[in-house]
């Protein structure tokens, strides 16, 4: 059974650091493009940030770029996010997906992604 678990949400305050985990069990991560995506209260999902298993490469938001920082572990089968400097604005719920490299996928919105985690609350307050 294919599984995306995420954990690691939490409250922080502005300022501090948080990282999320995205845990895969039922495949491996070879083969997949992993994204991050958050939703918030009223508004639509957005991609946040994502890895290929392929060559590494990195996509993120221009709202997280140079705060959050994405990285796998192949030995764990898991996909990590770090939260630096994280701001009020941040505060969602966050998802991981995995799509397969082979399809067409979105980090921007998560179209192509197959297979989704069930979300990890993140709230940034003081």
């Known amino acids: 059974q294919v599984q995306l678990v995420e954990s690691g949400g939490g409250l922080v305050q502005p300022g501090g650091s948080l990282r999320l985990s995205c845990a895969a069990s039922g495949f491996t991560l070879d083969y997949h493009a992993i994204g991050w995506f958050r939703q918030a209260p009223g508004k639509a999902r957005e991609g946040v940030s994502g890895?290929?298993?392929?060559?590494?490469?990195?996509y993120y938001a221009d709202s997280v770029k140079g705060r959050f920082t994405i990285s796998r572990d192949n030995a764990k089968n898991t996909v990590y996010l770090q939260m630096n400097s994280p701001k009020p604005e941040d505060t969602a719920v966050y998802y991981c997906a995995a799509a397969w490299l082979c399809g067409s996928y979105y980090y921007t919105d998560g179209s192509g992604f197959g297979s989704w985690g069930q979300g990890t609350q993140v709230t940034v307050s003081s």
């Open positions: 890895i290929s298993s392929s060559d590494g490469s990195t």
